[in-house]
């Protein structure tokens, strides 16, 4: 399919709505509002397409799924250790829920450690919603990094089982090198913004300071004419090996890999 930098947002932006909306939900309200994101997901070309190329053969999900519902929170997903697999068990997994009138929260149940429905909802926005949502969104990111500046070139999107690869379709101007470079630093500056946000919020003051001082050496780092690439790698390493252990800030997680393929998109 082709696709340019403003038609990638407007995808971006609506699919981020709807995953945040399905993840807060009501758990009255959260089988419907999953229904809209996973509706969304099938009519996306450049979603769906991304998923069905992770395809791989799940044996026996039906019934893991009925007995995770039947099992009072003793029971939940295997979810593996591929992130690929991940997004392919889950996208077949919220389809059997909703096309068998499952209700979400009794997949929740086991995370949330209550019995409370809002809270076993919850529960299930945060630790399958959520991982859905951030391997998509990951992939998103990585196609804007490669688009560049140019907001209205068309671009050639092309999903296969070793990777996407994104090329400059016919007749459209090419963007430079040092342009892209840019813009790929003036995207690291935007997430490690955002990262910083979120590492405000932890409470321990020892990993709070740990996490801003790494997020600094980078942001400081690549403004330099000739950057330490030993230097950058270190931080980030430091980030990631801080930010696994914080396991209430999924977020975080997510924010620093996004953050590990930009910098692995500018300088590896």
């Not at 053969?57 to 003793?74: H, R």
């Not at 016919?170 to 935007?190: H, K, M, R």
Request: net charge negative; aromatic share 10%.
């Amino acid at each position: 399919m082709e696709i340019n930098k403003k038609e990638l947002k407007k995808i971006s932006v609506k699919f981020n709505r709807l995953a945040s909306d399905a993840i807060n939900a009501d758990y009255r309200e959260q089988n419907d509002i999953l229904k809209e994101l996973i509706n969304y997901v099938d009519e996306t070309d450049l979603i769906i397409n991304y998923i069905q190329n992770l395809k791989y053969d799940i044996v026996g999900l039906d019934d893991e799924i009925n007995e995770i519902a039947n099992s009072y929170g003793k029971k939940r997903l295997d979810l593996g250790s591929d992130s690929g697999k991940r997004l392919y068990l889950l996208y077949n997994a919220f389809k059997y829920i909703l096309d068998n009138e499952i209700e979400t929260f009794y997949l929740g149940w086991n995370y949330s450690g209550g019995t409370h429905y809002q809270d076993m909802a919850k529960a299930f926005g945060n630790e399958l919603i959520y991982k859905f949502y951030s391997i998509i969104q990951l992939y998103l990111t990585e196609i804007s990094i490669e688009m560049g500046y140019d907001e209205d070139s068309k671009y050639k999107i092309i999903a296969n089982g070793s990777g996407t690869q994104i090329i400059l379709a016919e007749g459209n101007s090419v963007v430079d090198a040092t342009q892209n470079n840019n813009f790929d630093i003036d995207i690291l500056n935007e997430k490690l913004e955002e990262l910083k946000q979120l590492i405000y919020t932890i409470e321990d003051v020892e990993q709070k300071d740990a996490l801003i001082g790494n997020v600094n050496i980078i942001s400081e780092e690549v403004k330099k004419p000739k950057r330490d690439i030993s230097v950058l790698k270190n931080a980030f390493n430091n980030l990631k090996f801080i930010g696994n252990g914080i396991s209430k800030l999924p977020d975080l997680v997510a924010g620093i890999a996004i953050i590990g393929k930009i910098l692995e998109h500018l300088f590896c």
